[in-house]
């Protein structure tokens, strides 16, 4: 052990070298150009389109439920008709990206009790309300179906620029609170609507 209380053989650029090297060779991948320098670190070489498919392949194997979780999460965002761009896997958690104001609220609107949406009146929804109390509204509402999930959410104004959608960046989540979200999705897109 270092004094930091890391196993040697993770820091020594030689013995992680070797240790990548046999989990490589096991997945059938050479890395002719895996050697340590003189800095210490492990360098990794160039490789040929196919030896960096085969790492890639043997790397998204490693994240297999990362990424169902992102694909359950696209299929009950797309069964329940909300435009959401295909969530992405980044640093082992689900983002879920941006999503514009009008699917914000449809979003709150699918996943709030029977009763207390704002779409629930007996009046035409708001869509005129504040942006930014839609964005603090649905978070509360996700973390609620995520277990304290989504932490956090970004306002962007509709761009004067390019004209760009209001947009709500949404935080990251772990699978767990990823597959809690897909399957509130899901269940409140199957329910009957109420009548009216």
Known sequence: MTSAGVPADEVDPVGVMTKL???LNAAGIKLPGLRPDARGL???????????????RELRGGLAREYETAEAVRQAAAAAG???QPPMVVRRRVHLGDIELDTAESLDDLLSPAGTSPADSADEPDRTADPEQVAARLIARLREVTGGGFLNATFF????????HELIELDSV????????????ATAASEPAPAN
């Open 21 to 23: 090297e046999s989990v």
């Open 174 to 185: 772990t699978p767990d609170q990823a597959l809690a979200f897909a399957h509130a999705v």
């Open 82 to 84: 909300l435009r959401m």
């Open 42 to 56: 492990v360098e990794l070489g160039s490789v040929v389109p196919a030896t960096a498919t085969a790492l890639t």
């Open 157 to 164: 104004g509709r761009c004067p620029r390019c004209g760009g």
